[in-house]
């Protein structure tokens, strides 16, 4: 059974930092890009940042550029994402992701985590 398992969620002040891991098991994840998405109440689910196998190949939302950092040890089959300068409007539920294709799109992920709380106060 393949699973994205979250840790690291929680509240922290604006301008505070914090770190998600996602540790993957049931298969292997060799060739899969993996990522992040959240989703604030209310809101529809976003992009936030991925990762190609590689580690070198990164991509983010623009609206978390420059604040986050996402990396991947493929030796543990965990992602992380380092959140720094956080913003009131980074609360959200944040999932876990990982896709074999090219895109990186809620259509294409092929496994999600179940989700952790980031919540930041003003």
């Known amino acids: 059974q393949v699973q994205l398992v979250e840790s690291g969620g929680g509240l922290v002040q604006a301008g505070g930092s914090l770190r998600l891991s996602c540790a993957a098991s049931?298969?292997?994840?060799?060739?899969?890009?993996m990522g992040w998405f959240r989703q604030a109440p209310g809101k529809e689910r976003d992009f936030v940042a991925r990762?190609?196998?590689?580690?070198?190949?990164?991509y983010y939302a623009d609206s978390v550029k420059g604040r986050f950092t996402i990396s991947r040890d493929n030796a543990k089959n965990t992602v992380y994402l380092q959140m720094n300068s956080l913003k009131s409007e980074d609360t959200a539920v944040y999932y876990c992701?990982?896709?074999?294709?090219?895109?990186?799109?809620?259509?294409?992920?092929?496994?999600w985590g179940q989700g952790t709380q980031v919540t930041v106060s003003s």
């Open positions: 049931g298969r292997t994840f060799s060739g899969y890009s």
């Open positions: 990762i190609r196998w590689s580690g070198i190949d990164t």
């Open positions: 992701a990982a896709s074999l294709g090219l895109a990186f799109t809620n259509t294409a992920i092929q496994y």
